[in-house]
């Protein structure tokens, strides 16, 4: 199933049945960013479906409450942008870091481990008028972005969550076909 425009941005979920058993539904969990799977290959292992969602659905709530805005970044070049959000995001721990110190969640949504990468992370960041998205290839170390009308990449998320939530797969025939 893919929600969004793969085009622009979408998410593609597929429920493998051959990885699944009665308690988990496995299978890909992938972000589709100008075309694109925002990771260079496809998982090594598979997702549980239902954690994946729990945590796009977190990922909404934090969205929506704390807000993603920030002109400064969303208005500097590509690389620089990733490269301060990262900063942020990925607090060193050495000797001389501050107990303090906490890693920003506020712009991630990456789900899960679904980038395999040590700093690798996808990132939502607005100018509070339109909203971007700043993905890295895994291999190239490139670092792409691409801007959307405001609301499109939550809106996109929560069709996949309310998918999510009106399959009710266990008891509609999954496992019993």
Known sequence: MIFGNPDKFAIFVDIVREWSNPDFEEGLFLYILGGSFCTSKLPENSATISVYMRELSSTIEKLSSNGYENPH????????AYSELSASRFVPFEEDTPDDAVED??????IGDMLRGIDDEIYLVSD????KILCKN?????????VFEQGYVV?????????????????????HT
Do not use: C, D
């Not at 970044?73 to 620089?80: K, L, M, T, V």
């Not at 509070?128 to 909203?131: I, P, S």
């Not at 969550?161 to 025939?173: A, I, Y």
């Open 128 to 131: 509070g008028v339109n909203e």
């Open 73 to 80: 970044i969303f208005n500097s070049p590509i690389a620089q």
């Open 138 to 146: 895994n291999l190239t170390k490139q670092v792409s972005g691409i």
């Open 155 to 175: 809106e996109v998320m929560r069709n996949a969550v309310n998918w999510w939530s009106n399959q009710n797969l266990k008891n509609e025939g999954f496992w």
């Open 105 to 110: 969640y506020t712009h991630s949504i990456t």
